[in-house]
């Protein structure tokens, strides 16, 4: 069982950077692959980023890649999203989710635990 708390949303402008923090708790966190998701209103929940166990393999969705970089501490049980060069359609709430295959997957079915999210709005 994995528990997540997503935290570091807010109000910034359009070129601003934010860092999105996702803390879990539980022993086996450093197996878990986790990854970063988003739902605007009225849309479905898309794909941001995701990592594996290791942290070696990364993977980012077409809209994001370049501007956001995505980390894990797994001493600090903890997972990262940098998010620069902000803009108007990053507007969302943003989810971290665990997958207990540990290999960062694309595809929300795939993940077994989920954070209450975090708001981030991006002002124009």
């Known amino acids: 069982q994995v528990q997540l708390v997503e935290s570091g949303g807010g109000l910034v402008q359009a070129g601003d950077s934010l860092r999105l923090s996702c803390g879990a708790s539980?022993?086996?966190?450093?197996?878990?692959?986790m990854g970063w998701f988003r739902q605007a209103p009225g849309k479905e929940r898309e794909f941001v980023a995701a990592l594996g166990w290791s942290g070696i393999s990364t993977y980012y969705a077409d809209s994001v890649r370049g501007r956001f970089t995505i980390s894990r501490d797994n001493a600090k049980n903890t997972v990262y999203l940098q998010m620069n060069s902000l803009k108007p359609e990053d507007t969302a709430v943003y989810y971290c989710a665990a997958d207990r295959h540990g290999v960062g997957n694309q595809r929300v079915a795939a993940y077994e635990y989920w954070g209450q999210g975090t708001q981030v709005t991006v002002s124009s």
């Open positions: 539980g022993r086996s966190f450093s197996r878990y692959g």
